[in-house]
Structure formats: C-alpha cells, structure tokens
C-alpha cells in the first residue's frame, strides 16, 4: 500500500527505486536492489538499493547471460521472466561468485523478481533475507506485486517525461512561430514605408513637371 502511494507522489525515477527499496528492507529483510540490463553488456546495473550493503554491490558482478555470473538469481529472473529464490546462500552451487560477500553481510537467502516493461524483461527486484529459506509462495506472490507497481511507476515516469518533452518542443516552435512572424510584419512595414516613400515622391516629381 505505501508503495502504491509512492506510485502517485514521486516523480523522479531514482526516487522512486529507493523509496520502494526502502519499504521493502527489514526484519527478516536485511538487503534490497533494483538492478536493470544493460543489453550491449548484459550487465545489471544497479539503480536503487536499501539496507546493510556495505559495499556489496559494487564488490560483485551480476549479469543476465548465461555466463557464470548470470546464473544467480538476478540473471535467471531477468532471463526466464520468472521469480528465481535461492533458499541458502551457503549451499546453492549457482551462487558461488556471490556467496563470500553475501555471507560476510549476513544475507542467507535472496529472492528475484523479475521487472517487466510491456513484453520484455528489463531488470529484476533483488531481496535478501537474514533467515534461510525465507521466501515461501506467499512472499514470493507479494514480492511479484511489488515488481508490477515498480514497472507501472517507472512507465508513469517515463511518460511524463516524455509529455514535458513533447511540451517543450511545442514551446519552442510556438517560440519560433512567434519570432517569425514578428519578423514579417516588421518587413511588411518596411515595405509599406518604402512603397509609401515611393509614391511620394513620384508625386512629387510629377508636380515639379
């Protein structure tokens, strides 16, 4: 619900991921990133974090091939478009680069959601929980919610940006049309002045004949 209203109240998109980001961590939570694709590297950037990170982020690489670095959960999310949970840190084989950093932070399972912008998948919701096997059906299904009104908020975002560009540009062109036409009617002035100047003194001619 507090996530909802941020949909409404916030209008800036780095904003907005930290703020569900920071609605999100807490007990048993004790981490939360925002990551999104980067398609020419495929690698996942991250765009908003909350909780005990400590540096986390940028001692790891996550990708979302199907390299060793993109089989976690973050790059299986965003490959599969389905959630991906890893129920121990400790013990799942995929999350071998990962495990020492995350075991130093006290994360003991972590769950991805992917994000998903009209038919494709962008980037992924990253949580981490301080318990094992955290995340139950429940959890998840909540998490996928939250994944959803991320992907609303960001598209409400990316569309008023792009109406206040729209608007700027028609700004402009009325600037334009403005100036323009202040332009001609000054040369249509001109022109009246100098047909008038010619007139008069044609008729002045013709008189002194």
């Known amino acids: ?7 409404f109240l916030i209008r800036d998109r780095e904003e907005l991921l930290r703020s569900v980001c920071s609605r ?5 939570y004790k ?9 020419p590297t495929k690698t996942v950037v991250p765009a908003g974090q909350a909780g005990f990170e400590e540096g986390y982020l940028d001692s790891i690489k996550v990708t979302c091939d199907d390299s060793e670095y993109g089989r976690g959960p973050t790059g299986t999310a965003i490959r599969t478009n389905k959630p991906c949970v890893v129920r121990s840190t400790a013990k799942d084989p995929t999350y071998q680069p990962w495990r020492k950093e995350a075991l130093k ?13 009209g038919e494709r998948v ?4 990253n949580v981490y929980s301080e ?3 955290a995340f139950g059906d429940e ?18 975002i990316d569309e008023e940006e792009k109406r206040k560009q729209v608007e700027k540009r028609l700004q402009a062109y009325q600037a334009e049309l403005k100036s323009l036409a202040a332009e001609l009617a000054l040369a249509e002035e001109r022109e009246r002045h100098r047909i008038a100047a010619g007139i ?3 008729i002045g001619q013709k008189l002194a004949l």
Do not use: K
């Open 131 to 133: 318990e094992e096997d």
């Open 105 to 117: 932070r006290g994360c003991r399972s972590s769950a991805a959601i992917p994000i998903v912008s």
């Open 24 to 28: 999100i961590v807490g007990h048993p």
């Open 1 to 7: 619900a507090r996530v909802n209203q941020d949909m």
């Open 200 to 202: 008069h003194d044609d």
């Open 139 to 156: 959890e998840i299904g909540l998490l996928e919610e939250l994944a959803h009104d991320i992907s609303t908020g960001l598209r409400a």
């Open 31 to 39: 981490m939360v990133w925002i990551g999104f694709c980067d398609e």
């Open 122 to 125: 962008i980037g992924a919701l």
